[in-house]
């Protein structure tokens, strides 16, 4: 769970019953039409990219938007932003909203770097000398060099939104809208913008991130919101929302179907507050997410200790055994399996795989029955944690899950007396073995 959950609940956006229609020409669809009628006489279609959608976002909160491509979130966003208009419903902002969308969209190829930063800032209502007092972090975050005095006509397509991303970031946004596909660059400079966009959400800015890392949606989120063709799902804690959205993710067409009915028939239809209450009644206990099979089925997963009893309260520093049994259905091909302790907001604390990269298994028969056993130390810290565990064929290109559950067990780490230890993991600092902290003077006053 992320550090500053907020405690304010006077929404910073408002988005009420909100739709957007686009007009699509009918060349674009299959049919009679396309056949028989020139394309400049085919009527107009229209297209509805969002459907009555309406929630808020809370000041402080970080909402993270996930949904499969073309359901509708950068359409979503523009209209949070301003950049295009619904065709119905409205949306209220409270104070200024920066975004990452369209990045710069606003700059004039013939002048600088410099000088659009500077036209920038006066559009988004800053004056010269508050611009004067920005612009050294804004050029040290964009780290462009001499270009900032070149036009930016002659920038790269990199440089262009390191300037770009640079200014909106440095805007002291209220509300800080992000599409993360947007955030472009090397490595270093991705990590720069989540720190920003950290340190915003630490000073109690308002974010609303697209991302389709689902890792980041949980790792940074308040709360999750799932589109699908351009209606909300489901919306609340992260790891529920994300772990529902990967179920259905990795559904063949029919189960798709048969998940959305079954979230459909728990929450009534246009009442997003219902998602939430979803969510605290489904969270509130150890569910395990059970994919469908794809030729495997996993059985049977159990933490047990070193006399072989199955354990749900594990010491620290103790060894364990996760085990779980796999019947193969079909014949596969490269099969290796795998476990993944995540914590309760969703965080990957760790995992293993049985097998390296090209040392798969290299074939099992259909009918075959197989026992995984995993040994490990437990070096977590005292909470309740949850355990994966999957099954795959390794490709070349990629892998396919043959089956995988997710949360298939949940247990606990009880405390030692002594524990020094803070996070996550125990790095092994503990009171009883004395040498493991010191403390020692090495200067005197
Ligand atoms: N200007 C437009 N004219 C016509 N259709 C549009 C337009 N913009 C978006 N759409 C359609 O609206 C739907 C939603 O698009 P949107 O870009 O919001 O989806 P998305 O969830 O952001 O997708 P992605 O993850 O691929 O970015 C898509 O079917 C898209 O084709």
């Not at 036009?151 to 809208?177: E, N």
């Not at 559950?405 to 230890?421: E, K, N, S, Y």
């Amino acid at each position: 769970m992320p550090d500053n959950a907020s405690k304010n609940t006077a929404p910073a956006v408002s988005v009420q019953g909100i739709s957007k229609d686009f007009r699509v020409s009918s060349s674009e669809k299959p049919g009679f039409l396309r056949r028989f009628v020139p394309a400049p006489l085919r009527p107009a279609e229209k297209f509805r990219s969002l459907d009555n959608v309406s929630f808020g976002v809370s000041i402080g909160e970080t909402l993270g938007i996930v949904g499969r491509n073309g359901s509708g979130k950068t359409t979503l966003l523009k209209i949070i932003c301003g950049i295009m208009t619904p065709t119905q419903g409205e949306v209220r902002v409270r104070g200024r909203v920066s975004t990452l969308l369209d990045l710069g969209a606003g700059f004039a190829p013939e002048f600088t770097g410099l000088e659009n930063a500077y036209t920038n800032g006066a559009f988004m209502g800053f004056s010269r000398e508050k611009m004067d007092e920005k612009m050294p972090a804004i050029l040290d975050f964009a780290d462009i060099g001499e270009f900032i005095h070149r036009p930016v006509k002659t920038y790269s397509s990199g440089m262009y939104v390191r300037l770009a991303f640079a200014v909106a970031i440095h805007a002291d946004p209220d509300v800080l809208v992000v599409d993360e596909t947007l955030a472009v660059g090397d490595e270093s400079f991705r990590r720069k913008c989540f720190a920003r966009i950290n340190q915003i959400r630490r000073n109690g800015g308002t974010v609303i991130l697209v991302s389709h890392s689902l890792q980041n949606i949980v790792e940074l989120c308040h709360t999750a919101l799932w589109m699908e063709r351009g209606k909300i799902i489901l919306k609340g804690a992260p790891s529920f929302v994300v772990g529902e959205y990967e179920r259905f993710a990795n559904s063949s067409f029919e189960n798709q179907k048969i998940i959305l009915d079954r979230i459909a028939d728990c929450a009534e239809p246009q009442v997003p507050a219902q998602g939430d209450r979803l969510v605290e009644e489904l969270a509130g206990f150890h569910q395990p997410r059970v994919y469908e099979t794809n030729g495997a089925c996993i059985l049977n997963p159990r933490i047990i200790g070193r006399d072989g009893r199955p354990v749900g309260n594990l010491i620290m520093g103790r060894d364990y055994f996760y085990t779980y049994d796999v019947r193969f259905d079909q014949d596969a091909k490269n099969v290796r399996f795998g476990m993944m302790v995540k914590t309760q907001s969703g965080l990957e604390a760790g995992g293993a795989v049985s097998h390296g990269a090209g040392d798969a298994l290299e074939f099992v028969e259909k009918g075959a029955l197989l026992r995984l056993r995993f040994a490990f130390k437990c070096q977590l810290t005292p909470n309740v944690y949850f355990i994966n565990a999957g099954v795959q064929s390794v490709g070349d290109e990629n892998s396919v899950y043959l089956h995988r559950i997710v949360d298939a067990v949940m247990f606990r780490v009880t405390p030692l007396p002594g524990l020094l230890a803070t996070g996550i993991m125990d790095f092994g600092a503990h009171l009883k073995d004395g040498e493991r902290v010191s403390v020692e003077r090495v200067q005197k006053p």
